[in-house]
C-alpha cells in the first residue's frame, strides 16, 4: 500500500493494490482532446508531500485533461497564488501548518474574501486529531477530508478524479449562467438598435461576446427572396453587415466574398435552415417568418464545446424573434419619420435633424423656415382632399428639386413645410420664386400657389422644437397682415407670445374659478334721457385687482374657442338680471348682449338662444343681440340663416361698431337688422369740427333711409348728445349718463335716473 504522511516517503511501486495504469506520455502529447490542463495546487508545509503527491499522479489525464502541479508551502503563500492564477480545479490542502488551524482559515479566506467558489478542496491531515468540524465542510464547500494514512495512490487518484469532475460541472454551469446572461442583455440590445443593418452588426458583436472571440471575420448575410413578379427567381444573399477583413463588403452579394469556405459555410447554412458546428468555422442560422431568413459566419480558433453550441442555439432562437421585431421597429420608424404622402421626412424627423445640428454648435448662420399653404382648407372643401394631396404632392416635389441638395426639407403638418438651411438660402426673395409658377395637377389642372411663411435663426434656439416654434409664431405674424406674406421671429414676438399665453392660462383660471363679472351700462333715448335698457359687458378683475381691458382678453377667448363657454354664461347672467328688473316693476327695459364671431358661428346657436329665454320668461323682443360687420360678412349664407331664425324667435338685432369694418353694405339689405351702433370712434370726432361729424351724420341718414334705429356708444360730452341730437340720432350710451355697473346698482341708478 502507498501511504503519503509526514516524515514517509513512497513505498513499492506495485502493490497488489495498485490500480492505476500509467499512460504513455507520448499517447499524452498526441491525444486531440487533451487541451486544456487541470491545475492541482498542493498546499503543505512538507517537501517530502509535494513530492510525494506530485510522483503519485505524474503524467496521469484525468476526464481527459493533463494535470499541472502549483506548489505552496505556508497558507499566505497558496493566498498569492490564488490571486495569481484563476482556473485552479483542485486544492489539495493540508489542516496543520503553520498554525493548528491554519488550513481552515485560508479556506474561509478562499471561500469568503476571495470569493473563489469553483475551486474544489480536498483537506488531508497528518493528525487525525485536528480533523474539522462537519459544520466546517459544509459551509466551506470543502469536497473531501482525508487523514495522509488513508491516501493510497488509488484513493488519492480517485478524490482528485471527483473534485475535478465536480469543478467541470460548476465551470459548465457557471458558463451557462454567464452566456444565458449575455443572451438576454444581447436581445435587449438587438431589439433596441434602430433598423436591420445596425440589428445585424449587433449580432455580430454579441456572437464575439458570446464565445469569447474577436469580431474578426464574422459575416451576417440576409437571404432576399423573390419579388412578386418573379423577376428573381434564384433568393439573393447580400452581406448586411460585417467585421475584421469582411468589413468592406456590407451590402455586396454573398459571391463577392473571396473565400469559398465562407461562400458555402453561409450557403448550406441557409438552404438547410440549421446552425452548423465545423472545426474552425461556424454558420448560425437565424430564421425569419417573412422568409428573409440570416446566417451569421464566425471564425473559431478550435471546436466549439457542447456548452457552447447550447448556448449558440437557445442564442438564435431569441435573436430570430428579435429579428421580428426589429422590421417592425423599422416600419413602425419608417411611418414615423417618412411622411408617405409626400415622401419627405415627417416633423419628428425635422426635430431630430435640427437638434442634432444644433449639437455641433454651429448654429450661426442657419435659419429653419415655415411655408404654410394659405386657404388650403378652402381647397379641400372645393374640389375634394384628393385634389389637396395632389396639392401638397406637387409642392412637396418642388422644395425637393430646388432646396434638396442644400437643405433638409420635410412635412410638419397637414398643410405646412419646414426648411433647415443656411440663411443665405432660407429667405423671403430666395423662396418666393419658387411658387411663382402654377402647380400641375393631374397633367392639366394650373394651381396658382398662395403661402405664408415665417423664419427663425437657430441662433436664437436650444432646440428642433423651440426652432419650430418660433417659425410659426412669425407664420401667425405673417397672417395677420393678409395671405401671401412673410415674416420674421424676433424677440419682440417672442415676448408678446408669452404674455398672451400667461394671460390665456390666467383667463381660464379666471372663468373656472368665477372671477369674471358682468357690468351693465345704461341705453338712453337721446332726447329725453328715458333710460330703455342695458348693455352687458364682459368684465375681468385679476388677482392684484386691476382690470384687463376686454380688448385684450376677449380675442384670446375667440381664438382658444373658450369664448363660447363664456358666452353662454354671460348671455344667461344678463337675462336672468333682466328678469329680475321686470320682476321689480322695470317691465319695459331691454337687454343688449354682444355675440363673437365664433360664439355665432356654433350650430347650436340659436337653440341656446331661444333655451335661455325660455328659462327666464322673458319677452323675446326686449333681448337684443349685438353683432360686428366681420360677423355679418362671415359665411353670408349662414348668418342669414341663423339671423332670420333668430328674428323668427322675436329677437331684435343690432350691428355693433357700425363703419369699421367692411366697406360693402349690401348685406344690410339682405339681413334682418333692427339697429345700427355708431362707434365710439366717430362719436369721439363729433364737436371737432366742421368735419369732425362728417361719417356720424352718414350713418344717421342711412339708418334712417333704412328704417333703423340709431344708436351711439360712446358720449362723454353734453356737445356730442346736442349734435347727435341735431343730426337724428336716436339713442345713446356713454360716461355722459352713466358708467358700466354692478347688477345690484341697477336698481338704485333707476331709482334715481328714471
Same mark, same amino acid.
Given at each position: 500500500?502507498?501511504?503519503?504522511?509526514?516524515?514517509? *516517503?513512497?513505498?513499492?511501486?506495485?502493490?497488489?493494490?495498485?490500480?492505476?495504469?500509467?499512460?504513455?506520455?507520448?499517447?499524452?502529447?498526441?491525444?486531440?482532446?487533451?487541451?486544456?490542463?487541470?491545475?492541482?495546487?498542493?498546499?503543505?508545509?512538507?517537501?517530502?508531500?509535494?513530492?510525494?503527491?506530485? &510522483?503519485?499522479?505524474?503524467?496521469?489525464?484525468?476526464?481527459?485533461?493533463?494535470?499541472?502541479?502549483?506548489?505552496?508551502?505556508?497558507?499566505?503563500?497558496?493566498?498569492?497564488?490564488?490571486?495569481?492564477?484563476?482556473?485552479?480545479?483542485?486544492?489539495?490542502?493540508?489542516?496543520?501548518?503553520?498554525?493548528?488551524?491554519?488550513?481552515?482559515?485560508?479556506?474561509?479566506?478562499? %471561500?469568503?474574501?476571495?470569493?473563489?467558489?469553483?475551486?474544489?478542496?480536498?483537506?488531508?491531515?497528518?493528525?487525525?486529531?485536528?480533523?474539522?468540524?462537519?459544520?466546517?465542510?459544509?459551509?466551506?464547500?470543502?469536497?473531501?477530508?482525508?487523514?495522509?494514512?488513508?491516501?493510497?495512490?488509488?484513493?488519492?487518484?480517485?478524490?482528485?478524479?471527483?473534485?475535478?469532475?465536480?469543478?467541470?460541472?460548476?465551470?459548465?454551469?457557471?458558463?451557462?449562467?454567464?452566456?444565458?446572461?449575455?443572451?438576454?442583455?444581447?436581445?435587449?440590445?438587438?431589439?433596441?438598435?434602430?433598423?436591420?443593418? @445596425?440589428?445585424?452588426?449587433?449580432?455580430?458583436?454579441?456572437?464575439?461576446?458570446?464565445?469569447?472571440?474577436? @469580431?474578426?471575420?464574422?459575416?451576417?448575410?440576409?437571404?432576399?427572396?423573390?419579388?412578386?413578379?418573379?423577376?428573381?427567381?434564384?433568393?439573393?444573399?447580400?452581406?448586411?453587415?460585417?467585421?475584421?477583413?469582411?468589413?468592406?463588403?456590407?451590402?455586396?452579394?454573398?459571391?463577392?466574398?473571396?473565400?469559398?469556405?465562407?461562400?458555402?459555410?453561409?450557403?448550406?447554412?441557409?438552404?438547410?435552415?440549421?446552425?452548423?458546428?465545423?472545426?474552425?468555422?461556424?454558420?448560425?442560422?437565424?430564421?425569419?417568418?417573412?422568409?428573409?431568413?440570416?446566417?451569421?459566419?464566425?471564425?473559431?480558433?478550435?471546436?466549439?464545446?457542447?456548452?457552447?453550441?447550447?448556448?449558440?442555439?437557445?442564442?438564435?432562437?431569441?435573436?430570430?424573434?428579435?429579428?421580428?421585431?426589429?422590421?417592425?421597429?423599422?416600419?413602425?420608424?419608417?411611418?414615423?419619420?417618412?411622411?408617405?404622402?409626400?415622401?419627405?421626412?415627417?416633423?419628428?424627423?425635422?426635430?431630430?435633424?435640427?437638434?442634432?445640428?444644433?449639437?455641433?454648435?454651429?448654429?450661426?448662420?442657419?435659419?429653419?423656415?415655415?411655408?404654410?399653404?394659405?386657404?388650403?382648407?378652402?381647397?379641400?372643401?372645393?374640389?375634394?382632399?384628393?385634389?389637396?394631396?395632389?396639392?401638397?404632392?406637387?409642392?412637396?416635389?418642388?422644395?425637393?428639386?430646388?432646396?434638396?441638395?442644400?437643405?433638409?426639407?420635410?412635412?410638419?403638418?397637414?398643410?405646412?413645410?419646414?426648411?433647415?438651411?443656411?440663411?443665405?438660402?432660407?429667405?423671403?426673395?430666395?423662396?418666393?420664386?419658387?411658387?411663382?409658377?402654377?402647380?400641375?395637377?393631374?397633367?392639366?389642372?394650373?394651381?396658382?400657389?398662395?403661402?405664408? =411663411?415665417? &423664419?427663425?435663426?437657430?441662433?436664437?434656439? %436650444?432646440?428642433?422644437?423651440?426652432?419650430?416654434?418660433?417659425?410659426?409664431?412669425?407664420?401667425?405674424?405673417?397672417?395677420?397682415?393678409?395671405?401671401?406674406?412673410?415674416?420674421?421671429?424676433?424677440?419682440?414676438?417672442?415676448?408678446?407670445?408669452?404674455?398672451?399665453? *400667461?394671460?390665456? *392660462?390666467?383667463?381660464?383660471?379666471?372663468?373656472?374659478?368665477?372671477?369674471?363679472?358682468?357690468?351693465?351700462?345704461?341705453?338712453?333715448?337721446?332726447?329725453?334721457?328715458?333710460?330703455?335698457?342695458?348693455?352687458?359687458?364682459?368684465?375681468?378683475?385679476?388677482?392684484?385687482?386691476?382690470?384687463?381691458?376686454?380688448?385684450?382678453?376677449?380675442?384670446?377667448?375667440?381664438?382658444?374657442?373658450?369664448?363660447?363657454? =363664456?358666452?353662454?354664461?354671460?348671455? %344667461?347672467?344678463?337675462?336672468?338680471?333682466?328678469?329680475?328688473?321686470?320682476?321689480?316693476?322695470?317691465?319695459?327695459?331691454?337687454?343688449?348682449?354682444?355675440?363673437?364671431?365664433?360664439? &355665432?358661428?356654433?350650430?347650436?346657436?340659436?337653440?341656446?338662444?331661444?333655451?335661455?329665454?325660455?328659462?327666464?320668461?322673458?319677452?323675446?323682443?326686449?333681448?337684443?343681440?349685438?353683432?360686428?360687420?366681420?360677423?355679418?360678412?362671415?359665411?353670408?349664407?349662414?348668418?342669414?340663416?341663423?339671423?332670420?331664425?333668430?328674428?323668427?324667435?322675436?329677437?331684435?338685432?343690432?350691428?355693433?361698431? &357700425?363703419?369699421?369694418?367692411?366697406?360693402?353694405?349690401?348685406?344690410?339689405?339682405?339681413?334682418?337688422?333692427?339697429?345700427?351702433?355708431?362707434?365710439?370712434?366717430?362719436?369721439?370726432?363729433?364737436?371737432?369740427?366742421?368735419?369732425?361729424?362728417?361719417?356720424?351724420?352718414?350713418?344717421?341718414?342711412?339708418?334712417?333711409?333704412?328704417?333703423?334705429?340709431?344708436?351711439?356708444?360712446?358720449?362723454?360730452?353734453?356737445?356730442?348728445?346736442?349734435?347727435?341730437?341735431?343730426?337724428?340720432?336716436?339713442?345713446?350710451?356713454?360716461?355722459?349718463?352713466?358708467?358700466?355697473?354692478?347688477?345690484?346698482?341697477?336698481?338704485?341708478?333707476?331709482?334715481?335716473?328714471?
Amino acid at each position: 500500500m502507498l501511504a503519503l504522511s509526514n516524515g514517509m *516517503h513512497l513505498s513499492a511501486m506495485h502493490s497488489e493494490d495498485e490500480l492505476l495504469t500509467f499512460l504513455d506520455e507520448r499517447e499524452s502529447q498526441l491525444s486531440a482532446v487533451a487541451i486544456h490542463k487541470r491545475q492541482i495546487l498542493i498546499v503543505d508545509d512538507d517537501e517530502d508531500v509535494h513530492q510525494a503527491t506530485t &510522483f503519485a499522479l505524474q503524467g496521469l489525464e484525468i476526464l481527459h485533461h493533463p494535470l499541472e502541479f502549483l506548489h505552496a508551502y505556508s497558507a499566505a503563500e497558496a493566498e498569492t497564488i490564488l490571486l495569481r492564477e484563476q482556473n485552479i480545479a483542485v486544492i489539495l490542502l493540508d489542516v496543520v501548518m503553520e498554525s493548528e488551524d491554519a488550513g481552515l482559515r485560508l479556506v474561509e479566506r478562499i %471561500r469568503h474574501d476571495l470569493r473563489q467558489t469553483n475551486p474544489r478542496i480536498i483537506l488531508r491531515t497528518g493528525q487525525p486529531g485536528y480533523a474539522p468540524e462537519l459544520s466546517a465542510v459544509r459551509d466551506y464547500d470543502i469536497n473531501d477530508y482525508k487523514t495522509k494514512n488513508e491516501l493510497t495512490r488509488t484513493r488519492l487518484y480517485t478524490s482528485v478524479t471527483a473534485a475535478i469532475r465536480s469543478y467541470d460541472q460548476i465551470c459548465k454551469l457557471d458558463a451557462s449562467r454567464k452566456g444565458l446572461e449575455l443572451i438576454v442583455a444581447a436581445s435587449g440590445r438587438l431589439v433596441a438598435e434602430n433598423g436591420l443593418q @445596425a440589428f445585424a452588426a449587433g449580432i455580430i458583436t454579441q456572437i464575439a461576446a458570446l464565445l469569447g472571440v474577436g @469580431a474578426e471575420g464574422l459575416v451576417c448575410a440576409q437571404e432576399l427572396l423573390a419579388d412578386e413578379s418573379g423577376e428573381n427567381s434564384t433568393p439573393q444573399i447580400v452581406v448586411v453587415a460585417a467585421a475584421g477583413r469582411f468589413a468592406g463588403l456590407v451590402q455586396r452579394h454573398l459571391e463577392e466574398i473571396d473565400s469559398e469556405r465562407v461562400r458555402d459555410a453561409i450557403s448550406r447554412c441557409l438552404s438547410m435552415k440549421t446552425n452548423l458546428i465545423e472545426n474552425q468555422a461556424v454558420a448560425l442560422f437565424f430564421p425569419a417568418r417573412s422568409g428573409n431568413h440570416f446566417a451569421a459566419f464566425i471564425d473559431s480558433p478550435e471546436l466549439l464545446s457542447e456548452i457552447d453550441q447550447h448556448l449558440l442555439q437557445v442564442f438564435c432562437s431569441n435573436i430570430a424573434v428579435c429579428a421580428e421585431n426589429t422590421r417592425l421597429l423599422s416600419r413602425l420608424h419608417d411611418q414615423a419619420y417618412l411622411d408617405r404622402l409626400v415622401k419627405l421626412p415627417t416633423r419628428t424627423a425635422f426635430i431630430e435633424a435640427i437638434d442634432q445640428h444644433l449639437s455641433t454648435g454651429t448654429t450661426s448662420g442657419y435659419t429653419v423656415g415655415l411655408i404654410d399653404i394659405d386657404q388650403f382648407a378652402e381647397t379641400n372643401e372645393a374640389f375634394g382632399h384628393g385634389y389637396g394631396d395632389a396639392v401638397l404632392r406637387g409642392l412637396a416635389q418642388r422644395l425637393d428639386e430646388n432646396l434638396g441638395e442644400s437643405c433638409r426639407i420635410a412635412r410638419i403638418s397637414g398643410d405646412t413645410f419646414g426648411i433647415l438651411g443656411l440663411s443665405w438660402a432660407i429667405r423671403p426673395e430666395k423662396l418666393r420664386p419658387l411658387f411663382a409658377e402654377p402647380l400641375t395637377i393631374d397633367d392639366e389642372v394650373h394651381h396658382q400657389l398662395s403661402v405664408s =411663411m415665417g &423664419f427663425a435663426n437657430l441662433a436664437d434656439v %436650444r432646440s428642433g422644437n423651440d426652432a419650430i416654434k418660433n417659425a410659426s409664431l412669425a407664420v401667425k405674424l405673417a397672417r395677420t397682415m393678409g395671405p401671401g406674406r412673410d415674416a420674421v421671429y424676433t424677440q419682440e414676438i417672442g415676448q408678446e407670445t408669452r404674455e398672451r399665453t *400667461h394671460l390665456l *392660462h390666467s383667463l381660464h383660471a379666471a372663468f373656472q374659478h368665477e372671477r369674471l363679472f358682468v357690468a351693465f351700462q345704461p341705453q338712453l333715448d337721446l332726447n329725453t334721457r328715458k333710460p330703455l335698457g342695458f348693455e352687458a359687458l364682459m368684465r375681468w378683475r385679476d388677482d392684484k385687482g386691476d382690470f384687463i381691458p376686454p380688448d385684450r382678453f376677449i380675442p384670446l377667448a375667440e381664438q382658444s374657442g373658450l369664448i363660447n363657454g =363664456m358666452g353662454r354664461w354671460v348671455l %344667461r347672467s344678463s337675462l336672468r338680471t333682466l328678469r329680475r328688473l321686470h320682476d321689480a316693476g322695470w317691465s319695459s327695459l331691454r337687454m343688449a348682449i354682444n355675440v363673437s364671431v365664433v360664439q &355665432f358661428q356654433a350650430d347650436d346657436f340659436v337653440e341656446d338662444v331661444a333655451q335661455a329665454i325660455a328659462e327666464c320668461e322673458l319677452p323675446p323682443a326686449l333681448v337684443e343681440l349685438e353683432i360686428t360687420e366681420s360677423v355679418a360678412m362671415n359665411n353670408a349664407a349662414d348668418v342669414e340663416n341663423k339671423l332670420h331664425a333668430l328674428k323668427a324667435l322675436g329677437v331684435t338685432i343690432a350691428i355693433d361698431d &357700425f363703419g369699421t369694418g367692411f366697406s360693402s353694405l349690401s348685406y344690410l339689405d339682405r339681413l334682418p337688422i333692427d339697429r345700427l351702433k355708431i362707434d365710439r370712434s366717430f362719436v369721439n370726432n363729433v364737436g371737432n369740427g366742421a368735419d369732425g361729424a362728417r361719417i356720424a351724420e352718414m350713418i344717421i341718414s342711412l339708418g334712417h333711409k333704412l328704417d333703423l334705429t340709431i344708436i351711439a356708444e360712446g358720449i362723454e360730452t353734453e356737445e356730442q348728445r346736442v349734435m347727435l341730437a341735431e343730426l337724428g340720432c336716436h339713442e345713446a350710451q356713454g360716461f355722459l349718463f352713466a358708467r358700466p355697473m354692478a347688477a345690484e346698482a341697477i336698481g338704485q341708478w333707476l331709482h334715481d335716473n328714471a
